[in-house]
């Protein structure tokens, strides 16, 4: 079991720009892709960007490619989503999750993956 605990949200004013981490701890985190999403009061859940098991590829969400950019630290198992140019509609719960079934590339849908973080509040507001 992976447990996730995802860090980094907060207030920011449009045009702004936010870091959330993604920490890992259990079974081996360097094994598997992670993916970001994130959730507005009264929408699904929205996927956003899923990274491999070494950072090799990436697969965006059309929504966020140019500003969102995912990596990872394997050694730190953490993963990061740096986002800028936030917006308004930005505003959500961001979640990260880990795929330890082994989808087929790319896992973009909730349902391929295992294990969740909690989620961090990301609003974005003058």
């Known amino acids: 079991q992976v447990q996730l605990v995802e860090t980094g949200g907060g207030l920011v004013q449009p045009g702004g720009s936010l870091r959330l981490s993604c920490i890992a701890s259990?079974?081996?985190?360097?094994?598997?892709?992670v993916g970001w999403f994130r959730q507005a009061p009264g929408k699904e859940r929205e996927f956003l960007v899923t990274i491999s098991w070494n950072g090799g590829s990436k697969y965006y969400a059309d929504s966020v490619k140019a500003r969102f950019t995912v990596s990872r630290d394997n050694g730190k198992n953490t993963v990061f989503l740096q986002m800028n140019s936030l917006q308004p509609e930005d505003t959500a719960v961001y979640y990260c999750a880990v795929d330890t079934s082994y989808s087929p590339w790319p896992p973009r849908n909730p349902r391929d993956f295992t294990s969740w973080g909690q989620g961090t509040q990301v609003t974005v507001s003058s």
């Open positions: 259990g079974r081996t985190f360097g094994d598997y892709a």
